[in-house]
């Protein structure tokens, strides 16, 4: 049973790579930028998601929305101010200003607030113990699975069935023949870093919910392992990210499990790197050329 | 059954990108010395099919024949080595690098001296380096370039890189020079100057050449046989009067303007 | 009668190398200065040896590897083990933490020919980090608690193998070698096409930049009295990353410049790390927004000289190249 209580475990970490490995995929498929800032963004999320508990006194919920507005804000605020003006740089280029935002934004919070942890209220969800076939799962966990699930299918609602996810599947497709089809790209690129951040965001405040500590350099590890995840779904596929992002929970608590939980940190970039050899399009990728 | 083997032979060589099949079914010879066209309208295949001869792409279906040698899997380095070098249709230059050392590097694959007696600026590196920037130099005096010779790529004129393109492609040293429409973007007193050069290197250095244009007028002046790619597939294969009447010729070059 | 040139600049720049070298030691065993500046030195020195190998690897030969940190470590550790533990000298230990590091430095350069741009990033970034959770493992080097290494680095070795870095790096670059790394830069597929064995010159430039990396590892490890898997995280890869992009990508003396400013900066910013970090952060960001190509871009500092020299006839002075 040890093993199954350890797959519930790896399902919860992995519904929140997930949560924030979707963001990486969608700002990657549509501006081929690896967005490094993004586990900040997760960061900044839950710190949201903190202090609207303890000092607004709100409940789970409105906090997880504000916390989701709130990095909404904050991703359109990063792309335009830093990578809109390099959309037609290098792509080393682009990266190396993601890599120096996300040190600003980790940075800019040690120096306003200090480096210390902070803890979220344990009593923010219900706690009870519920028995599944012998297995026990906290109801806390089962929400947060829940809730992660949900904006998950919203994702999926808002990409393939509103207006703005048809503009954001054809600018990702073509940016220069959805220009002249009269999609308005900027606003449409902005709308994706909006809906990938404020899916951190909520990462965030479930990250916080479940595993109460939370500091401002909290977003890294959780961040690179997430843009694994999207990696291993394979980049730019909305699905992928999902599904790479429970299979990367789960890896990672078998390998706890097996007794190498100092080792688990290191799995996601063992795997990374394996499937950038041996798969490099990911699990639901397809192989693309360069044009020559 | 030919008497002379052919310096190329194309054989059923095609490829598919997924489903899409770009190119199929393709059969080709060209013969030593010879200067032959390759045209068809946009999209019909051309560059996919200098990508399959030169080691880009790997064809999914037939062989390739390079004096006699199937050139099977082999990574596009070895096939210059080989002989056979080609410019690009969207200009690839080594843009940072100045106009001679575009050259140079060209002229990589017969260098003598190794990586440790560069490093340890060993006699053999100096006598090496000095051979190569003395032939470059020499190169470049015959393309006329040698006035930019320490300018950057990137700062000649447009015409001047398709100079350059072609001669650094030159440098390496091959049979088979493949130049993917290197006439794009010239007004015609160029594309005429162009061509005059295309006449004299090919006398000079005793080469074959397979020239992609999609400009049927400009082939047909100076090409003696002609291969026409429609679709990914060969529609037609004659001298420049055969393919001027071809009715399959007439037909996908006029449904091209229309649409 | 540029060869002329080329060998007087190269004869004035080892001048100038003697004359700093023999300055700055005089001035350490005087004892004019504390071990405050001694340290800074010492630290820019080996700073200068991770910015110029790391140069060599993405300035020249384009790939943008993001785990430098790793090969420090593994030259770090490496040569720790060998004095400290196999009571070998410190030449031992520079030479085991170099070769110990470029073998590293085959591992990630052989699966990263398959990888191109932000995906050899990230691959890169995670191979330091499997290094340091590595390290971090193994008991035998103190695993997280991490390893005392005697304080063996002395200027004369710092300086040593800084002129021996960028006199290689230089060398090389300066070849048809060097062209070929250049030209995979530039275009990976028109140098394919000119029958360079472009696989071949990526590994090439990994082994002699994860080599010196690792040289600076050992140098590293017998400077601050310990060495923990901590130290070796992504953000010590950057620290020399930013070296090399504010520099100027595709330039050495731009690599160096930027190592010795930023050394003194984060020197003089020791007790705010924060507010060191947000300058470090800003200066990458700004870099792209308005210099992408670095301060100085692929130009070296003799280029600046010659040009000055022969628009106005100045003063021979192009040996500030190899040295600063």
């Keep these: 049973m040890e093993i199954i209580q350890q797959l519930v475990n790896g399902i919860s970490l992995g519904s929140i790579y997930a949560l924030i490995a979707l963001g990486y995929t969608m700002v990657y498929g549509i501006v081929k930028l690896i967005n490094f800032a993004h586990g900040d963004v997760f960061m900044v999320g839950s710190f949201v998601g903190f202090y609207s508990i303890t000092f607004l006194h709100l409940s789970f919920f409105p906090a997880l929305i504000l916390s989701m507005v709130a990095c909404a804000v904050f991703g359109v605020l990063i792309e335009r101010i830093a990578y809109k003006p390099l959309r037609n740089a290098t792509r080393i280029a682009a990266l190396i200003t993601a890599i120096g935002v996300s040190l600003l934004i980790e940075n800019g919070m040690i120096f306003f607030r200090g480096a210390q942890l902070e803890a979220y209220p344990n009593d923010i969800l219900p706690t009870n113990k519920i028995d599944i076939l012998g297995v026990t799962v906290e109801s806390k966990s089962l929400l947060i699975l829940g809730v992660s699930v949900a904006l998950m299918i919203i994702l999926q609602f808002v990409v393939h069935k509103t207006k703005i996810g048809k503009a954001m599947r054809a600018v990702s497709h073509d940016a220069e023949a959805a220009k002249l089809m009269g999609i308005n790209v900027d606003n449409t690129i902005s709308a994706t870093f909006a809906i990938g951040s404020s899916l951190a965001g909520a990462a965030g405040v479930i990250f916080g919910t479940y595993y109460y500590k939370i500091e401002p350099l909290m977003g890294v590890i959780p961040g690179l392992k997430a843009f694994v995840a999207a990696v291993l779904g394979g980049i730019g596929i909305i699905p992928g990210a999902m599904v790479g992002g429970l299979l990367l929970g789960v890896i990672e608590s078998l390998v706890s499990a097996a007794g190498g939980s100092l080792w688990r940190d290191g799995v996601a970039f063992i795997v990374l790197i394996l499937i950038l050899i041996f798969m490099p399009q990911g699990i639901f990728g397809k192989n693309k050329r360069e044009k020559v | 059954m030919e008497t002379d083997t052919p310096l190329l032979k194309v054989e059923q060589v095609g490829i598919r990108f997924g489903g899409l099949k770009a190119v199929a079914d393709v059969n080709m010879k060209l013969y030593s010395g010879e200067l032959v066209g390759l045209i068809g309208p946009n999209g019909a295949g051309k560059t996919t099919l200098f990508n399959l001869l030169t080691g880009v792409y790997v064809p999914t279906d037939g062989r390739i024949f390079f004096k006699g040698e199937n050139l099977r899997k082999q990574p596009p380095y070895k096939i210059t080595k080989k002989g056979i070098s080609r410019t690009f249709q969207n200009i690839r230059l080594f843009e940072e690098l100045s106009v001679i050392d575009n050259v140079k590097v060209a002229y990589h694959s017969l260098a003598k001296h190794s990586i440790l007696s560069s490093i340890l600026r060993l006699p053999n590196h100096f006598s090496g380096e000095k051979e190569m920037e003395e032939k470059a130099l020499e190169f470049l005096k015959l393309f006329n370039l040698d006035q930019y010779r320490d300018d950057k790529a990137k700062n000649l004129p447009y015409g001047q890189q398709r100079r350059l393109e072609i001669a650094r492609a030159l440098a390496a040293n091959p049979e088979l020079l493949l130049l993917d429409e290197p006439a794009a973007g010239m007004n015609p007193k160029e594309t005429a100057q162009l061509m005059e050069l295309i006449a004299f290197i090919r006398e000079k250095f005793n080469l074959t050449v397979l020239l992609i244009e999609h400009d049927m007028s400009l082939v047909m002046g100076v090409c003696e046989r002609i291969y026409v790619l429609d679709h990914g597939q060969l529609i037609a294969h004659g001298t420049p009067e055969e393919i001027r009447n071809h009715p399959k010729v007439i037909e996908a070059y006029l449904g091209e303007e229309v649409s | ?324």
């Excluded at chain 3, 200068?48 to 790939?63: C, K």
């Excluded at chain 3, 499997?130 to 080097?141: A, G, H, L, Q």
Aim: charged share 10%; hydrophobic share 50%.
């Design chain 3, 1 to 324: 009668m540029i060869k002329l040139k080329q060998t007087k600049g190269f004869w004035l720049s080892i001048l100038f190398a003697f004359v700093l070298f023999t300055i700055v030691q005089v001035v350490i065993s005087s004892a004019m200065i504390n071990f405050y500046f001694v340290n800074m030195i010492l630290t820019m020195g080996i700073y200068i040896i991770l910015a110029v190998s790391l140069h060599l690897i993405i300035g020249i030969t384009g790939q943008f590897s993001i785990g430098h940190a790793g090969f420090l470590a593994v030259g770090a550790y490496t040569s720790a083990v060998f004095t400290m533990k196999l009571g070998q000298p410190l030449l031992i230990g520079l030479i085991a933490g170099g070769l110990a590091a470029a073998m590293a430095g085959m591992l990630i350069g052989i699966p990263s020919l398959r990888l191109k741009g932000d995906y050899l990033a990230i691959a890169t970034l995670g191979f330091g980090e499997i290094v340091r959770i590595t390290f971090f493992n193994i008991d035998y080097i103190g695993g997280p608690s991490g390893m005392m290494v005697s304080q063996l680095t002395t200027w004369p070795w710092v300086f040593g193998c800084m002129l021996l870095t960028i006199l290689v790096i230089r060398n090389f670059t300066n070849s048809t070698h060097g062209r070929a790394c250049i030209s995979v830069r530039e275009d990976e597929i028109a140098a394919d096409a000119m029958g360079i064995n472009t696989t071949y010159y990526k590994v090439v430039a990994f082994l002699i930049g994860s080599f010196f990396a690792g040289v600076g590892g050992a140098l590293w490890a017998h400077n601050f009295y310990i060495i923990q898997p901590s130290q070796f995280g992504f953000l010590k890869s950057f620290d020399i990353l930013i070296f090399v992009v504010l520099g100027g990508l595709g330039s050495m003396s731009g690599a160096v410049i930027a190592a010795i400013l930023l050394t003194l900066v984060s020197m003089l910013l020791t007790e705010y790390p924060e507010t060191r970090m947000i300058i470090y952060s800003l200066i990458l960001i700004f870099t792209m927004l308005y210099r992408p190509r670095g301060l100085l871009g692929t130009k070296e500092v003799t280029s600046l000289f010659t040009n000055r020299r022969n628009k106005k006839g100045g003063p021979k002075d192009g040996n500030r190249h190899t040295v600063a």
